[in-house]
């Protein structure tokens, strides 16, 4: 093993010091703000407590709203083939169109949204996709059901992709775990509630009702983010590099230590010309979160705190001075990520993650409103609650599980965490995820109770919650600290779009695509056994597919490193 305290074997992206070789923490958030906020009222770091979490409302709804408008049809599927003579093919193919321009919608949409503001993004988003909605009712043909997911897809992209970058705007490093959480069970309690809710309108009212309560819902929304949203999109000139700087027990228990503190600040070697710049007034002025941490004991927090004061709803954009730029390299950075290793891995297994949750969609009213289980729409509506359920414990646990095991290895490992080390967690997916998809197939094939079909979608519900988060989790720790040389520049900006992440987006949405037209034949014509026995092989022999990176990940991160910075410098 080479030395580990040579910088040679910690310069590569994804491979950091964590402990000292006693044990104790090195490197934490705890001390200075990441990012550090400008000295602008209107930094949105800089918000209060109450104006980011009136912000984190606005998006977190509109997650669940589009996403439960989406949904809704999943649980009337066999009242819409009586309807409108589309076959369950045609209905699973469309939702195939919905998922591949998700993904490549979002090389477009990500990028407008950085270039000329994330507000109007959203308002646009949501009033197209209730206007969308209603051509559902009046759809003929199958050409007009393809035609309207597509269009579905594209601007829905945002509900994917965009919500992320928002709330990194908004929240500090140490601020953001809770709101990850919030959007991450948004994802699925809109994805599960839609069918719940339009099983239970469909057997009052019928299945028209539902179109139009889901587009009154959307439509109300639309009006929500018109009078509550604020633009989360700021221009830093300087991006400060978050440090970590040591503070003994006299100079924490002392007012002049804050000072003594800074002071160390601004003589060091390594800070950039914004650290450098910081003021002794500024923080007595309350603009920056000094909080002094040894032990693991906070001090008081100074942050602006400037209050919601409302919003000028007519001043509906805010473009960025280098917008066209902007766009023009995210799409560029997106597009070359395709080299990457890690990021081709990341989307296949992404895409298999969204391969479950559309198994659960296609099967539910093919199987359970059919012999032996003669199910109502309602009924089939009430059994995604398992999905629904399955995914909660994630959204809460799975992160700080994650966390404390990367820390339990980095112990282990010296004091160096390595991007590898979470993904031996993967040991859960490759485990449940044939226990799940085999109780779907053979569970109404010999004619099980409906409970074993219903705890299969649990399952692989639970595990494509808690793969998503372990695979996203890993994308960023190999790319997000990779930075343009100019900070000021319009490639910094592209960088903040994640386009690593767009990238797996893609690749999970075209995955998802392709599956559209094999899930019906696959499960009905083939049958449900071979289904069962097929499907878990195939799908644990992709998330076994983890072990490349166990053992090859770092090799691939340092040769891809300096590509990357490459591209990110274009």
């Known amino acids: 093993m080479p030395d580990i305290n040579t910088e040679e074997y910690l310069d590569i992206p994804g491979t950091i010091r964590i402990f000292d070789e006693a044990g104790h923490v090195v490197q934490t958030d705890h001390v200075n703000l990441h990012p550090m906020p400008s000295e602008d009222p209107e930094d949105p770091l800089n918000w209060s407590k109450t104006r980011k979490w009136i912000f984190l409302s606005c998006v977190i709804w509109y997650q669940f709203v589009v996403n439960l408008q989406a949904a809704v049809l999943y649980a009337?599927?066999?009242?819409?083939?009586?309807?409108?003579?589309?076959?369950?093919?045609?209905?699973?193919?469309?939702?195939?169109?919905?998922?591949?321009f998700i993904g490549i919608a979002a090389i477009f949409t990500q990028p407008l949204a950085l270039g000329y503001g994330k507000r109007p993004i959203y308002i646009i988003s949501t009033f197209a996709c209730a206007l969308l909605n209603i051509w559902t009712v009046y759809i003929p043909n199958n050409s007009q059901w393809i035609g309207s997911r597509l269009l579905l897809g594209f601007f829905l992209s945002p509900a994917y992709t965009l919500i992320q970058v928002s709330i990194v705007d908004v929240f500090f490093v140490h601020e953001r775990s809770l709101p990850m959480s919030i959007y991450a069970l948004a994802i699925y309690a809109g994805g599960c509630m839609g069918p719940v809710l339009s099983g239970q309108v469909y057997d009052a009212i019928g299945w028209k009702p539902i179109i139009w309560l889901s587009t009154g819902l959307t439509v109300i929304t639309g009006f929500i983010l018109l009078f509550f949203l604020e633009e989360s999109s700021y221009i830093r000139r300087s991006k400060v590099k978050a440090a970590v700087h040591v503070v003994d027990e006299v100079e924490r228990s002392t007012e002049s230590g804050i000072h003594n503190h800074l002071a160390q600040i601004e003589e060091g070697e390594n800070q950039d010309e914004g650290q450098k710049n910081i003021k002794m007034d500024t923080v007595e002025a309350g603009v920056y979160d000094v909080t002094l941490n040894n032990d693991n004991r906070s001090g008081q927090k100074f942050p602006l705190n400037t209050p919601w004061h409302g919003i000028r709803f007519w001043k509906f954009a805010k473009p960025h001075p280098q917008a066209r730029a902007i766009i023009v390299k995210t799409v560029f950075q997106c597009l070359m990520a395709f080299r990457l290793p890690a990021v081709i891995w990341s989307g296949i297994v992404l895409g298999s993650f969204q391969a479950f949750y559309n198994f659960v969609s296609a099967l539910a009213s093919g199987i359970l409103a059919e012999e032996p289980y003669n199910m109502s729409s309602s009924a089939v509506g009430l059994t995604f609650l398992s999905s629904l359920i399955a995914a909660i414990p994630v959204a809460f646990f799975g992160g700080p599980l994650a966390d404390w095991y990367g820390l339990r290895c980095a112990k282990r490992n010296h004091g160096i965490s390595e991007a590898e080390h979470k993904l031996h967690l993967w040991i859960i997916c490759v485990i449940l995820t044939p226990i799940g998809l085999l109780m779907m197939g053979l569970g109404p094939y010999y004619q099980a109770h409906w409970i074993v079909f219903v705890l299969g979608c649990g399952i692989i519900n639970f595990v494509g919650t808690f793969g998503t988060l372990l695979a996203i989790n890993y994308i960023f720790d190999c790319f997000h600290e990779i930075h343009p040389n100019d900070p000021d520049s319009p490639s910094s900006a592209a960088q903040d779009a994640a386009p690593y992440l767009l990238t797996s987006i893609l690749i999970c949405m075209i995955f998802s695509f392709a599956l559209g037209y094999a899930i019906t034949p696959w499960c009905f014509e083939w049958g449900l056994k071979n289904f069962g026995i097929s499907s878990a092989i195939i799908f644990t022999f992709i998330e076994a597919s983890a072990v490349i990176m166990l053992i090859w990940g770092k090799k691939m991160r340092r040769s891809g490193e300096n590509y990357y910075r490459?591209?990110?410098?274009?």
């Open 76 to 100: 009337i599927y066999t009242p819409l083939i009586e309807e409108k003579g589309l076959s369950l093919d045609q209905l699973n193919a469309g939702t195939g169109y919905l998922y591949l």
């Open 566 to 570: 490459k591209v990110v410098n274009w």
